[in-house]
Nanobody, 119 residues
Framework: QVQLVESGGGLVQVGGSLRLSCAASGNLVSPNTMGWYRQPPGKRRELVAIITYGGVTNVADPVKGRFTISRDSAKNTVTLQMNSLNAEDTAVYYC?????????????WGQGTQVTVSS
């Protein structure tokens, strides 16, 4: 089992910034991929950004240039720096951990943290 604990969500005005952090613990196996997904109100969960153990990132187009993902593999943490926030960024943000064993993918989710951007 892997536990993921998110922090840093909240209410911010349009154009503002927030930093989300996620700490992973438990049966962590390297290499792995960690990252963030979000679920806007009434919509499906979507990718925000992920980062591999080696530091390779995949950032979704809607947030590219505004959000930055980073990780500290020694501390098992992943951080999402969100700048120039707009109303479309309002969502519940979920931390994700995934590990592949050949064709089998094991993944875990955090409990989610609310980000609300107000105008």
């Amino acid at each position: 089992q892997v536990q993921l604990v998110e922090s840093g969500g909240g209410l911010v005005q349009v154009g503002g910034s927030l930093r989300l952090s996620c700490a992973a613990s438990g049966n962590l196996v390297s290499p792995n991929t960690m990252g963030w997904y979000r679920q806007p109100p009434g919509k499906r969960r979507e990718l925000v950004a992920i980062i591999t153990y080696g530091g390779v990132t995949n950032v979704a187009d809607p947030v590219k240039g505004r959000f930055t993902i980073s990780r500290d593999s020694a501390k098992n943490t992943v951080t999402l720096q969100m700048n120039s926030l707009n109303a479309e960024d309002t969502a519940v943000y979920y931390c994700n951990y995934k590990k592949s064993y050949g064709p089998t993918l094991i993944e875990y989710w955090g409990q989610g943290t609310q980000v609300t951007v107000s105008s």
